[in-house]
């Protein structure tokens, strides 16, 4: 690339779904990650930013710049009633590409949308309606990787191109077309900048992988949970990422030592599976990386990685019915490609991987996942809102390696995006007034650590939380409020709200105040709309509670 070149920077956001803290091999996991590993080693890794703990809200606020409430995704894509609950992108938002649109962006998103309730026929709230000029992926949250529901492009269905070729993997197919997109803008568009969406939705369930992936993972959890967990902290500690006076939390309370754990076999193969999926969604961001050399273009593009909530904890409990799956959810199909019925929920006389399984990895390994973290995807302890960050930028972030520990959550993408690229915040969308950008631009950062910013909050489920500097308030629902020091103990496992009463009522206050602002519903209400409205399968409702 011409080095005089004054063209505005390029910028590819790479979100992942449902990947805990330590999974990558730069945050100390035992994935093979060589092409994230190179991001995070000629870029910076953020130790302390934080997602909003669930699939779709984390989606609409890393999109819009706000609070997944402001946005209408309160919980999921299902029409809860109030607003704020509606399951849709609402007209008071905008996106990140339809901000771009300003400074002459192309658009582009490849993989996972789910911010939409209505998942077959295009409303506004879909991609190509919400700033995007080429789309291709699911509108659905979840489903097979052989043979997805709701396969798009564009506006139309696509799910033939799945069931025709037997080599279809969405993954690939994410990765591909993302790779596919940067190449046909620089031969059409090679003076414009672009932005590139790129949702995979590995490693969500259901464990679906290659065998020559599986097959690389064999035997490297044999250690067990425990034992990897301690070698996980050990290692986060030693790259700098964790302070050593963060202890490691407790195995999770339900599960049991590695050492009495029953089933082994299945087991392993659980994490086996998981580890190919997040190796092969690597393997894909080699490839897009290898599109923009090839392109001349990556020396300018602003990369960003990052994952949706923390470790999902989801059992998918034998006997989950089809119907469940299939008529109300839309993630599942009741048969393969090749017409082989699906046993769908955790059986351990059955291994996970091929395409008639429909199986998680349950709650100890999510345990590993988060490590050294409490709790998982749903709530906003440690261990639910902490993602791994890395970003990529040889023209703009000039540190190699870098570490920063400076907090940041969600809003902040979207004014950092706009902040590179120069472009201001819209304040109206087809002629409605859109909400105030709630995020502040992480840009400083790419110069030196820092760490004022202005407060933080969560909501989801009940579950909630307010971080002021080094104090975090959370609360697990619908228990009590809990304090800690973030600096001292991040790992919360030291709860100081009884020693700071005042602290605990002037931060609930502020929360209370957010939340009053931003649609935030008390959890109860949200619940009744939710089970008379029969929203949500049975199974699910329970995960929610």
Request: hydrophobic share 35%; with cysteine.
């Amino acid at each position: 690339m011409n080095q005089n070149d004054t063209r505005k920077p390029d910028i590819v956001l790479i979100l992942n779904d449902d990947m805990g803290y330590s999974d990558l091999g730069c945050y100390g996991g035992e994935i093979q990650t060589p092409n994230l590993d190179r991001l995070a080693a000629n870029g910076l890794r953020f130790t302390q930013f934080y997602n909003t703990a669930r699939c779709s809200p984390s989606r609409a606020s890393l999109l819009t710049g706000l609070h997944p409430h402001q946005t209408g995704v309160g919980v999921l894509t299902y029409d809860m009633g109030p607003e704020g609950y509606a399951g849709n992108l609402g007209k008071n938002c905008v996106t990140i590409p339809q901000a771009l649109k300003a400074a002459q962006y192309k658009t582009y998103m490849s993989g996972k949308w789910h911010v939409a309730s209505n998942l077959t026929e295009p409303t506004d709230t879909w991609p190509m309606q919400r700033g995007f000029d080429e789309f291709f992926g699911t509108i659905i949250g979840a489903g097979s990787f052989y043979d997805p529901n709701t396969l798009t492009r564009g506006n139309e269905n696509i799910e033939h191109e799945a069931r025709d070729d037997k080599d279809f993997f969405y993954t690939d197919a994410i990765s591909d077309q993302a790779a596919d997109y940067i190449r046909e803008h620089a031969r059409l568009h090679p003076d414009q900048p672009f932005f590139e969406y790129v949702a995979y939705t590995a490693p969500h369930w259901p464990l679906h992988a290659h065998d020559e992936d599986i097959a690389k993972y064999k035997g490297r959890f044999d250690q067990g949970w425990d034992a990897l967990r301690a070698e996980r902290l050990k290692r986060l500690i030693g790259a700098g990422i964790l302070k050593p006076q963060w202890a490691l939390s407790e195995r999770d309370p339900t599960q049991p030592p590695w050492t009495e754990a029953q089933e082994k076999a299945w087991l392993l193969r659980c994490m086996e599976v998981y580890a190919a999926q997040v190796d092969r969604m690597d393997q894909g961001i080699g490839r897009i990386i290898d599109a923009l050399e090839e392109t001349g273009r990556l020396d300018n593009t602003f990369i960003i990685f990052l994952s949706d909530n923390g470790a999902c904890a989801e059992d998918i409990p034998e006997g989950v019915t089809v119907d469940e799956l299939v008529n109300k959810l839309m993630i599942a199909k009741a048969r393969t490609r090749a017409g082989d019925e699906i046993h769908f929920g955790n059986n351990p006389a059955i291994m996970p991987g091929p395409e008639n399984t429909y199986q998680s990895y349950g709650v100890a390994w999510a345990n590993l996942s988060n490590t050294p973290f409490r709790l998982y995807k749903h709530w906003i302890h440690e261990g639910g809102i902490s993602t791994p960050l890395i970003c990529h930028w040889p023209r703009g972030i000039k540190e190699k390696g870098g570490i920063r520990h400076a907090p940041g959550y969600l809003p902040d993408i979207m004014a950092t995006l706009l902040d590179i690229a120069g472009t201001p915040y819209p304040q109206s969308w087809e002629g409605n007034p859109v909400a105030p950008l709630e995020g502040s631009s992480l840009r400083p950062l790419f110069d030196a650590d820092g760490l004022d910013r202005p407060p933080m909050f969560w909501e989801h489920e009940g579950n909630a939380a307010v971080r002021i500097g080094k104090w975090k308030l959370v609360r697990n629902y619908p228990g009590p409020w809990e304090l800690y020091d973030m600096e001292e103990d991040r790992t919360e496992l030291h709860d100081l709200a009884g020693r700071h009463p005042d602290r605990v009522r002037d931060m609930a206050a502020q929360y209370e105040t957010w939340a009053a602002r931003c649609g935030v519903l008390p959890r109860e209400k949200v619940l009744a709309i939710m089970k008379a409205q029969s929203s949500a399968p049975a199974f699910w409702e329970k995960e929610g509670e």
